[in-house]
């Protein structure tokens, strides 16, 4: 009884309209139905209900929106046709350890067009011969079998699918790479080829200037030695003239 209040209090204290995941595991039910659980949940996509003492479908309400469904361990042994009317999307659907005996009464779930997998370990109907091939051919629609598929392969768990689901998106981003990437790594490329042209182009030019300099040097020293030599021969011309100036005055005064 507690346990009931308590989960009636959960339910109530949410704002139904915005659950996406429910798990009422090991409440009580009450004549097939848990209290607060109705059609005010329109977005509900997984839905728990495991070991409720459910006996029947009947008053569970429209959730369009729902694909898992995990109902073990409780006592249905009928009526699953109402699953196509009121969940109509579901994907899974664990029945494990239920009352269900024939086959008669899984076909009930051919019209669940959307239904990959399905469960029903510890239910009675897994002791009849060629179980797994007799439901396989009932319901084409699904491709796992009590957790395998009909070569045997083990469902991947749901988490790890999204999990490579989320790597493969970043394996794609990493091949991509950022928009212009390498559009910048190019124009850094072509930067770098035209900036050792411009060096080299640079040393060239230097070079030149630089020899161009050594010979005008050079020409500068020689005219230098020229002009050095001018002067030289300018001043010895001069000394000379000094020399006979005085000699021109001793000839003056003996006169």
């Given at each position: 009884m507690e346990m009931k209040k308590r989960i009636t209090l959960e339910l109530r204290n949410r704002a139904?309209?915005?659950?996406?995941?429910?798990?009422?595991?090991?409440?009580?039910?009450?004549?097939?139905?848990?209290?607060?659980?109705?059609?005010?949940?329109?977005?509900?996509?997984?839905?728990?209900?495991?070991?409720?003492?459910?006996?029947?479908?009947?008053?569970?309400?429209?959730l369009s929106?729902?694909?898992?469904?995990?109902?073990?361990?409780?006592?249905?042994?009928?009526?699953?046709?109402v699953l196509a009317e009121k969940c109509p999307n579901l994907t899974y659907l664990n029945l494990s350890g239920n009352k269900i005996k024939d086959l008669s009464t899984v076909e009930a779930l051919q019209n669940l067009k959307n239904l990959k997998s399905l469960d029903l370990f510890n239910c009675e109907i897994t002791n009849l011969e060629d179980y797994r091939e007799s439901v396989f051919e009932l319901l084409h629609q699904i491709t796992y079998l009590d957790g395998f598929d009909q070569e045997d392969n083990e469902a991947p768990d749901s988490e790890e699918e999204e999990d490579e689901g989320d790597e493969d998106e970043d394996e794609d981003e990493d091949e991509a790479g950022p928009p212009g990437e390498y559009e910048e790594d190019d124009d850094e490329d072509d930067g770098g080829s035209d900036l050792g042209e411009g060096e080299e182009e640079e040393e060239e030019v230097g070079l030149s200037y630089l020899m161009k300099e050594e010979i005008q040097d050079e020409e500068d020293d020689d005219d230098y030695v020229e002009e050095r030599g001018d002067e030289e021969e300018a001043e010895g011309v001069q000394g000379e003239k000094r020399k006979r100036d005085p000699e021109d005055e001793g000839e003056e005064e003996d006169d």
């Open positions: 139904p309209e915005k659950v996406t995941e429910l798990v009422l595991d090991n409440c009580r039910s009450s004549n097939g139905e848990i209290e607060g659980l109705n059609e005010s949940f329109k977005e509900l996509e997984f839905l728990s209900m495991a070991n409720v003492e459910l006996t029947s479908l009947a008053r569970l309400p429209t929106k729902l694909r898992k469904l995990e109902l073990s361990d409780n006592i249905i042994s009928g009526g699953l046709e």
